[in-house]
């Protein structure tokens, strides 16, 4: 088994990484299976041959808490595991809808701001004002979501474990 990640991986807002390794999708699906069952105390998820969602349990449910996407491709004869750190689908469409708001906001603010100085017109003296509010809630957004990930990280952690484990334990007895 062989891992890759780059620098752009590890700053983004959902980490990824990449490992390849000879099991099938259906022997890995299974072997994940065997491996979560094996740590159901420790971990929690859902899995089938194309994609598995893994989180790890614990007391608290705060909403950065970290889930494992592993997405199962075949590449040149080589399975390919695509695994994405993110929060739930639920807070990380939240996020992506307060971006999309406030990026929204933020063009019609300058626009106005803008069209307003090629006519020389003084309607919206406020509209530079609000563009810059804007570009502060998008910045307030990136550092909670930034937080949230400091703040799963030892989660994370054991998420990245679980899937070099679950991978590299059943690869073993193949080799």
């Known amino acids: 088994m062989t891992t890759e990640e780059t620098t752009l991986d590890r700053i983004r807002t959902r980490p990824r990484f990449k490992m390849f390794t000879h099991l099938t999708k259906e022997e890995y699906a299974d072997n994940l299976k065997k491996y979560l069952a094996e740590h159901k105390s420790e971990f929690s998820g859902n899995i089938n041959k194309e994609v598995a969602t893994i989180w790890v349990e614990t007391k608290y449910d705060n909403y950065w808490k970290p889930r494992l996407a592993l997405r199962v491709e075949m590449e040149d004869d ?98």
């Open 78 to 175: 080589e399975t390919v595991i695509r695994g994405i750190f993110g929060p739930s689908s639920a807070v990380w469409t939240f996020f992506m809808f307060l971006y999309f708001t406030f990026s929204i906001f933020w063009m019609t603010f300058f626009t106005m701001y803008y069209v307003e100085k090629q006519i020389k017109s003084a309607e919206y003296p406020w509209a530079l004002s609000a563009s810059f509010v804007m570009l502060f809630f998008i910045l307030l957004t990136y550092i909670a979501a930034r937080f949230g990930q400091h703040k799963g990280k030892d989660e994370m952690l054991k998420l990245r474990q679980f899937a070099e484990e679950s991978t590299l334990q059943f690869e073993k007895k193949i080799i």
